[in-house]
């Protein structure tokens, strides 16, 4: 008995230095954009507070895409939690309370259209969360303009630029230590083994279906967070805002480009689209999406890699789901 305890300390500790070693680049960064951020100017500590904030959506994107599902619904879950903090404090409710709810009811959400979508592949599962996306969007129109006669709601909240930053940041730390706990423990090889081979995964005892949707539950959570956050400080929202299809591009391309391998992929793919996105949005319409297609194309069909490959072969900090199996694009 005592050394089954000595053994479950140990591998206790050696978790806990696997999750260090993972997380620690992530943590650095998000202090580094923290601390940008509270001494800025308005305009850019606001691009930097929607870099935090596609930080937190790309994150948990990035984790579900390691098991080879690229989803389109981040809007949907992003909109909901939204939406949910929105009506909770139209309650009469705390902010907190909002979140949680908010959290509670993604999950509850994911976890059911998982069970239905995830037996779908590759692009089959991309265009049933993009459908999922448009009829959530379109079911909450519906159902606004039935019981209100308008759409859209007033936040009943005011939230200053710092704290708004802050809590995201907060959430952001959040997100990089659920990853890292996925990423260092027995979950990474559940996770590649679901990705390489269903039926291997299956026969040592893993249901490849259920994992994937509890997963899909966990990361729609974790999107609808950012969400219920983000309302805070928009002041307004409405279907067309926060269930854009935008705002899945957007975190569809951070998450392809930053890739899942080393949590520092998607904060820098999140930083540079953000910025990148934002300052040419100012120099002709539509010239940001060209200028983005561009730079997909070229990792795609040149590089055909992902950030987080390139800083695990230059900086490899840690066993990371790379030992067992590189990205495949």
């Known amino acids: 008995m005592a050394w089954r305890i000595i053994m479950r300390i140990g591998w206790r500790s050696n978790a806990l230095l696997e999750m260090l070693r993972v997380s620690w680049p992530g943590l650095v960064a998000i202090s580094i954009l923290l601390s940008l951020g509270l001494i800025m100017p308005a305009g850019i500590m606001a691009t930097i507070r929607n870099s935090l904030s596609y930080i937190n959506l790309a994150i948990p994107w990035a984790i579900f895409y390691s098991l080879g599902y690229p989803s389109f619904a981040t809007a949907a879950f992003y909109g909901i ?88 940041a907060a959430l952001a730390v959040v997100n990089i230590a659920i990853y890292s706990y996925i990423m260092s423990t027995r979950h990474r090889i559940y996770i590649h083994t679901i990705r390489s081979d269903k039926v291997l995964a299956t026969s040592v005892g893993v249901n490849p279906y259920r994992y994937s949707s509890i997963l899909f539950g966990v990361t729609s959570a974790m999107q609808a967070a950012s969400g219920s956050i983000s309302a805070m400080y928009l002041l307004y929202i409405d279907p067309g805002s926060v269930f854009s299809p935008t705002i899945s591009l957007l975190t569809l391309i951070i998450g392809l480009l930053g890739g899942y391998a080393n949590i520092l992929g998607p904060i820098v793919s999140s930083i540079a689209i953000v910025f990148l996105y934002e300052y040419t949005s100012r120099i002709a319409p539509y010239v940001n999406l060209v200028i983005l297609g561009a730079i997909v194309m070229a990792f795609t069909l040149y590089l055909r890699t992902s950030l987080s490959d390139i800083i695990e072969r230059l900086w490899p900090s840690r066993r990371s789901i790379i030992h067992y199996g590189r990205e495949s694009r």
């Open 81 to 168: 939690g939204a939406y949910v903090l929105t009506y909770t404090l139209l309650s009469g409710l705390s902010p907190l309370v909002g979140v949680i709810a908010s959290v509670l009811a993604s999950f509850a959400i994911a976890l059911a259209l998982g069970a239905i979508t995830l037996r779908l592949a590759g692009l089959f599962f991309f265009f049933a969360t993009l459908a999922i996306l448009e009829a959530i969007g379109q079911l909450l129109r519906y159902t606004e303009i039935t019981l209100t006669g308008h759409i859209g709601k007033i936040v009943p909240i005011i939230v200053s630029d710092q704290l708004s930053l802050s809590i995201l």
